[in-house]
C-alpha cells in the first residue's frame, strides 16, 4: 500500500543557493512517515500515551535535482518490511512526473520511560500494512575517522529537542553540515546517516569531519566520547 502527500517547498527552507536544504527535505521525510502512521492507526497519537515513540535508526536520500522555493513536491511512500525490531520505509520524491529523488529509512519503536527499543510488530494493527517493495539502494558502510579534516562543537540546545525528549534527527544533520557544506549544487547527492546514541538536551557534541575526494565523512561523539552519530555526504560529479 502506498501513500503520497504533496508539499510546496518554502522560502525560510531555501539557502542562498535558492535550493532546499537536506535537513527540511529529511523534515520532509519524517512528516510523510508521521501522517501514514497516523492515519494507520500507530503514529504519535496512538503511541505516546503507551509510553512508545517511533525513531530513526538509519536514512539514506539520494537526490538528482534539489527543489526551490516555492516548487511542488510529491512524496510518495510505503513499508518495504517489519522484521526484527525493525521497519524499512521507503520513498520515491517528484516534482511532477519527474522523480527527482530517493530514500530508505528505518526505524524502530522506542521506550520513552526505560529508553530502550521494544517489538511491538506483531500487534493487529501492523497487519496488512507492509506494501513488500524492496527500492533498491545499497548501504553505505561507516568508519571512524582517523585524522579529520576540522571538528565544531554543537551544544543540544532546547530547539533541537523533539517529541520523544531527546535531539531531534534532523538537528545531527543540521550541525554538520554547518560544520562543513561541501558543493553538491547542481549534481547528484548522496546522504547516508545512521544514529547510534540519544543526545539530551544541555550535552554538547562534536562534530568531525574528513573532506575527501568523493564527498565528506561526519561523526558526531558525545562528552563521554561515544559516536552519537555518523553520517557521509557522496557527490556524483558526472
Not at 128 to 139: A, F, K, P, T, W
Not at 153 to 164: L, Q
Not at 196 to 202: C, H, I, N, V
Request: charged letters at 25%; glycine letters at 6%.
Amino acid at each position: 500500500m502506498k501513500y503520497a502527500y504533496e508539499y510546496e517547498m518554502k522560502y525560510q527552507e531555501s539557502d542562498a543557493h535558492k535550493k532546499v536544504r537536506l535537513f527540511h527535505l529529511e523534515e520532509y521525510l519524517l512528516e510523510v512517515a508521521g501522517k501514514v502512521a497516523d492515519e494507520l492507526g500507530y503514529g504519535i497519537a496512538a503511541m505516546h500515551p503507551r509510553g512508545l515513540g517511533w525513531i530513526l535508526t538509519r536514512l539514506s536520500m539520494e537526490f538528482y535535482d534539489l527543489p526551490r522555493h516555492n516548487d511542488k513536491i510529491r512524496f510518495e511512500t510505503w513499508i518495504e518490511s517489519n522484521a526484527h525490531m525493525l521497519s524499512t520505509r521507503d520513498f520515491r520524491i517528484y516534482k511532477g512526473d519527474t522523480l527527482i529523488g530517493i530514500c530508505k529509512s528505518i526505524w524502530a519503536v522506542l521506550d520513552l520511560n526505560k529508553r530502550e527499543l521494544v517489538n511491538i510488530f506483531d500487534e493487529p494493527i501492523f497487519e496488512g500494512c507492509v506494501d513488500g517493495e524492496v527500492l533498491d539502494m545499497s548501504r553505505v558502510r561507516m568508519t571512524t575517522i582517523p585524522e579529520p579534516t576540522g571538528c565544531v562543537p554543537h551544544k543540544v540546545v532546547y530547539s533541537d529537542i523533539d517529541y520523544n525528549h531527546h535531539c531531534n534527527s534532523c538537528r545531527y544533520l543540521q550541525a554538520m553540515i554547518d560544520a562543513y557544506l561541501p558543493d553538491y549544487y547542481g549534481k547528484k547527492v548522496r546522504l547516508d546517516i545512521n544514529y547510534s546514541k540519544e543526545a539530551m538536551l544541555g550535552e554538547t557534541l562534536q562534530t568531525y569531519y574528513l573532506v575527501t575526494d568523493e564527498g565528506v565523512q561526519y561523526q558526531q561523539k558525545n562528552e563521554a566520547g561515544e559516536t552519537s552519530c555518523s553520517a557521509k555526504i557522496t557527490i556524483d560529479n558526472c
